[in-house]
């Protein structure tokens, strides 16, 4: 399983960034995929996820200003953020996993820094 992430940058508050992700190894178009993200001193936090049936769910600090979607043809995952805020500063991390016999394994991208600025 591969992800690579990319679209990070630096940003000013208010403005907008789009990341993405691309998959292989895996069959895209019935996986579940998240992004999080990993500020520096603190733990990884689910940001935003999207079950294989386009049902999503959003950290509370980022409903309504953050979309998760996905282009299954294209073995990608995006996540648009607008209204970007500094507290949004963070390697963010495009996510999948896998659960066989009850056990779930987690795969992860390498990260793609976020940065905004004041």
């Known amino acids: 399983v591969q992800l690579v992430e990319s679209g990070g940058g630096l940003v000013q508050a208010g403005g907008s960034l789009r990341l993405s992700c691309v998959a292989s190894?895996?069959?895209?178009?019935?996986?579940?995929m998240g992004w999080y993200r990993q500020a520096p001193g603190k733990e990884r936090e689910l940001v935003a996820h999207i079950t294989r049936n386009d049902n999503t769910n959003y950290a509370d600090s980022v409903k309504g200003r953050f979309t998760i979607s996905r282009d299954n043809a294209k073995n990608t995952v995006y996540l648009q953020m607008n209204s970007l805020k500094p507290e949004d500063t963070a390697v963010y991390y495009c996510n999948t996993y896998q659960t066989n016999w009850g056990i779930r394994s987690d795969y992860w991208g390498q990260g793609t820094q976020v940065t905004v600025s004041s």
């Open positions: 190894g895996i069959i895209f178009g019935i996986s579940n």
